[in-house]
């Protein structure tokens, strides 16, 4: 399988997808003429033409609401945000029409649009372009929400994600758009709502998503290595719908869990998570349920204490080494 | 005539075409009232902050390049006689807010280049002790209120500070500056309505240099007369050039004291270019633009050499005069790159502190055992 780049696979999903349905088109800041802020849609708008990739002035509302609407007649707008925390400027379009269009219709409104871009931090960019808004994205009904962390989840949940009939942000990584991983050539998709296991293990589940997955594989290897203990990593890769099944046989199986997100804590994706495990697995606990999350603060500037402030293989396995004892 | 104002939108438009082959000009700014009145001293400042803009941002793109600055950087180079002019006419009573393009500004209304690099090394002395970076520098000592990363976002807070000048019978104006690709933000728009309804004394500065980002302004706007829009909110407007200190101080002045006057808004356009790539990381933003188009700017419009250029023909300046002010400019940016290297990072404990006022006050709320923070 040949190897390639989280970018390039999220470019040939996109791709793909405007060459298998005339009604998939891309909208965003510079995704045409410039490639792409960060270059995921390099090279589409020369093959494609202004028709399929469109240029956006700074009105992020604006394009929102417009897709949305284009939507309703059959269109099937993938909407790039240069950076996820821009869709702050669009949360009414976001978080209310598309969201809740299709109950307030009685079903008759449907709304399949993709909305993606980087939603990360470790970039040393500050607070207002570090957003992580999976949770507020998945705390509202009728949206549905996915985050890949490797290339072949990214190529395959993005082509699921313009299949889809409802509205689905999907939340790319700029720390992960230059790391490589095998992709098949051939025409595949991830299913929504299924959640990988990166590695099998006994004592110990750590439940992840996004980037925060890669890096709780790496503390794994360490935890395995250094400390004896065998560690499954689940990689949620949907966060709404969620595989509640594959979470819960983990947890029962090692009794313990670990969670780790790159969000900030209050309120996040895991402590839906925590809710469920502890709900649904109760008696099988060995121990309470743990988290790693960024630390409850803006994302600050400075690179030394934002490298500490969002989770790190020493955080997890300091944490690790807790839910054991 | 190099200003605009109030002409029917079909002439505005022309006007706002010609803009990157200005013909001679055929007004004098230095002859102004405001701009005469300026003693030698003040005129000599003018060229200090405008070149000492210049020189800081030449450090920093170095110490960005040596790996030492992260995140983004947008220089101001370029558009250094926008910010300088129009902070020169700030009263003890004048705020001002800006966009992520804000090293300028800060620069202007005296912050240090201290503070300024070791806030972009992310370093514990920097204005905002590391935690905003290149694009939230703060000094509200200073009237200054930010560095604003999100584009468009600061204008509602710009006329926020006018509401509250005006609520307190202050006689001030807010400065809002923001770029030519921000007036399509919905914020901004509704921000102009209620200025004007509510006749609050902002004025908002388009600092146009023609591109937002990688997009030309003629992609991103559909009528390319930006100040015009003020029309459709019944507020005053002005388009002007920005290459020369003294037309925007002359054209500026009008504005704020109109605001300060009579508390009535005002938009005011002002045509400028940017030499570097959107941020460091556009590098080649050669691509959307002419390598000519920018040798042209240079050439004839740069704001270092206008200004220098009429302080030695008038004699306020001379040729030692100027390349020592050069000089020390040079060697404050390269003194502040030092104290940005030797300064110590924040600790650990420092990334949830200024979060919450009453936290950080140890309020009896915080106290009790009320639940703040995760962890
Ligand atoms: C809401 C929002 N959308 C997009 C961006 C990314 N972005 C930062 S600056 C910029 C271009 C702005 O151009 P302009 O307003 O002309 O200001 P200039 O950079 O020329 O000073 C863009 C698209 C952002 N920071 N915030
Ligand atoms: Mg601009």
Redesign the interface.
Known sequence: MPLITYREAIKQALDEEILRDENVCIMG??VA??NG?YKVTEGLWEKHGDKRLI?T??????FSGLAIGASALGIRPVVELMFM??S??AIDQLFNNASFCRYMSGGLMNIPIVVRGPANGG???????SHTPENMVANHPGLKVVCPSNAYDAKGLMKAAIRDNDPVFVMENTLLYGEKWEVPEEDYIVELGVANILKEGTDLTIVSHGRCSMISLNAAKTLEEIHGVSVEVVDLRSIRPLDEETILNSVKKTHRALLVEEN???CGVDAQISHIIQLKAFDYLDAPVHRV?A????Q??????EN??IPNEERIIEMALKAMM | MATTKKKIAVSAKKQAQSNTSMPGKSKNFATAPINESLSNKEKIDLYRTIVGIRRFEERSLRAYNQGKI???LHLYIGQESVAAGIVSLMGKDDHIITAYRDHGHALAVGMSMNECMA?MY??HTGC?K????S??FFAPDKNYWGG??????QTPLGAGLAFALKYKGLKGCALTFLGD??V????FMETLNLASLWDIPVVFVIENNGY????SLK???AAENLAHRAEGFDMEWEVCDGHDVYEVREVANRAMTRAREKHKPFLLEIRTYRYRGHSVADANHE??RTKEEIEEYKRTKDPVNVIKRQLLDDGTLTEDEAKRIDQEKKDEAEASAKFAEDSP??P?G???TD?YWEVDNDTEGNLKGRYF???
């Open positions: 800041e510079e003429e410039y802020a240029d002035p700074i009105s992020e509302a604006a925390s821009f702050y400027v970039t040393n960019v500050g607070a207002t372009h900030k804590p209050y999350s630390i409850d603060a803006p600050i500037y400075a690179k030394e204490l500490w402030q | 992260g995140g983004f806030e992310g370093k905002s590391g935690k905003g970076g694009m939230h604003h990363g999100i584009v468009a976002g690709g921000a399509n933000q919905g914020s937002s980002m990688g997009t992609r991103s706007s691509k959307y990072v924040a650990r420092e990334i949830q979060v923070f995760n962890d």
